[in-house]
């Protein structure tokens, strides 16, 4: 059966064509706007390197069948990873990273967090804001509101070690380390970490806004029991899991085709989604998941949503 629009749950694509029976646009009010940067695995989909068939299929057809890096934006100034592309990815998607201010950080791998581009905030006195001398070199002119950067404690000693230490207030950052299954207040969202089955003390987040609740969980495995424990107590408008492996790969700390409708199921018969919630997957990788033309109708019929780069969902 393909996923039923409800009248509080939206979905709009960017790209002119639908699929699946879906509408190009659907217009209304939300309590949360999300917008899908990225949806690749660490590869990318084309992967850089690979001319199997998968990763020619996509450089050929385009559109929604090309992935970036995952990445995840709510409306209207907050960031799920930041991946070496966002600021492509950003502008793609009619993003402003100027007007970011809470970054949250799933890990530290490379696909997921690429922080030498927040050097390039950097204001060497407020005296040249709007008022460049012609003698002075720097990456910025321009006031910037301080963005707030959360994640474990690797993270945070990532962004010290390549920004410096004292240099974050001249970059306008401000550093907060999380802590799993602490619940914390960023900006107007309520976030809750938990514990990721990943490397890297890797954390997946339950985002809360009044009546919305949300799930991402990339990186992961299957849930850690604890963590479950923690996803079990809220019921959800939408659900973003990985899938990284498709119909291939079994592994520890990733998720397949197989995982995600196990997943799905679990999530169904405990009562964890809302009427009209969406299920879906992203972090793809290329080499075990068809382009997206060919995996959504596949699993479309069983209620999970592909999702792409530039996917808009009202919650």
């Not at 309590?31 to 068939?53: D, H, K, N, Q």
């Not at 090309?66 to 990873?81: K, Q, T, V």
């Not at 339950?206 to 799930?215: C, N, V």
């Not at 809302?274 to 109708?297: D, I, N, Q, R």
Request: proline residues 5%; aromatic residues 12%.
């Amino acid at each position: 059966m393909p996923i039923l629009l409800s009248k509080n749950c939206l979905v709009r694509w960017n790209w002119r064509v639908s699929v699946n029976g879906f509408p190009e646009e659907l217009l209304g009010m939300s309590g949360m706007r999300i917008i899908f940067l990225g949806t690749s695995a660490g590869e990318l989909y084309p992967a850089v390197w690979c001319r199997c068939t998968n990763c020619e299929k996509a450089r050929e057809l385009g559109g929604k069948n090309a992935r970036r890096n995952s990445a995840l934006y709510i409306e209207p100034y907050y960031l799920i990873d930041f991946p070496p592309e966002i600021v492509t990815q950003a502008a793609c998607c009619g993003v402003s990273l100027t007007e970011m201010r809470h970054l949250l950080i799933t890990h530290p791998h490379s696909d997921h967090f690429f922080p030498w581009l927040l050097r390039w905030r950097y204001l060497e006195d407020q005296k040249y804001v709007e008022n460049l001398p012609l003698d002075v070199d720097g990456p910025r002119f321009s006031r910037l509101e301080t963005m707030n950067i959360y994640g474990n404690p690797l993270v945070c000693d990532m962004v010290r070690e390549v920004v410096g230490p004292e240099r974050l207030d001249k970059c306008a950052l401000k550093i907060h380390s999380l802590r799993a299954f602490e619940e914390y207040q960023v900006g107007e969202l309520s976030v809750t970490p938990v514990r990721a089955n990943h490397s890297s003390e890797a954390l997946n987040f339950i985002i809360e806004r009044k009546e919305t609740a949300i799930f991402y969980g990339l990186d992961t495995g299957w849930f850690l029991p604890e963590t479950y424990k923690v996803i079990a107590r809220k019921r959800y408008d939408l659900v973003v899991l990985e899938g990284t492996f498709g119909f291939g790969l079994v592994s520890d700390g990733h998720f397949n085709f197989e995982k995600l409708r196990k997943a799905y199921d679990l999530f169904r018969n405990d009562g964890l989604l809302k009427e009209g919630a969406y299920f879906v997957t992203s972090h793809l990788c290329p080499h075990h998941t068809p382009v997206h033309e060919e995996v959504a109708p596949i699993l479309a019929r069983e209620s999970i949503l592909v999702a792409y780069d530039g996917m808009i969902i009202d919650v």
